[in-house]
Nanobody, 115 residues
Framework: QVQLVESGGGLVQPGGSLRLSCAAS????????MGWYRQAPGKQRELVAT???????NYANSVKGRFTISRDNAKNTVYLQMNSLKPEDTAVYYC?????????WGQGTQVTVSS
C-alpha cells in the first residue's frame, strides 16, 4: 500500500519559516519524481516545487528564492524548506510522487501565514 504522509505544517507569522516533510512508503522512492503542490481556498491546485525526471528542480515563480525542495532517498523523504513566508502562501500543501503514468498524492498539510 502506497502512502505519502506530510508533516510540518502550521501557523507562522509573515517572514517566518517552516519545513515540510513527506515520508513515502510502498514505492521505490528513488525512481519517483517527487514534488510539492498547494491549494488555497477557492483556487486550483498549483505546482510549488518538483524534482524533474532528470534530477533537476522546478519552482513556481512565486516561490523562487524563498522555497527549497530536497530529498533524502535513504529516508524515503522529500522536504520543502519555506522561508520568508507570505500570507499568500497560505494553503494546503500536498506531496506528489510521479513515475511515468503513475502518480500518488498525500493527504495534505495546512500552512497558514498570518499575524
Amino acid at each position: 500500500q502506497v502512502q505519502l504522509v506530510e508533516s510540518g505544517g502550521g501557523l507562522v507569522q509573515p517572514g517566518g519559516s517552516l519545513r515540510l516533510s513527506c515520508a513515502a512508503s510502498g514505492i521505490v522512492f528513488s525512481i519517483y519524481a517527487m514534488g510539492w503542490y498547494r491549494q488555497a481556498p477557492g483556487k486550483q491546485r498549483e505546482l510549488v516545487a518538483t524534482f524533474t525526471s532528470g534530477g533537476g528542480t522546478n519552482y513556481a515563480n512565486s516561490v523562487k528564492g524563498r522555497f527549497t525542495i530536497s530529498r533524502d532517498n535513504a529516508k524515503n523523504t522529500v522536504y520543502l524548506q519555506m522561508n520568508s513566508l507570505k500570507p499568500e502562501d497560505t494553503a494546503v500543501y500536498y506531496c506528489n510522487a510521479v513515475h511515468f503514468i503513475t502518480a500518488y498524492w498525500g493527504q495534505g498539510t495546512q500552512v497558514t501565514v498570518s499575524s
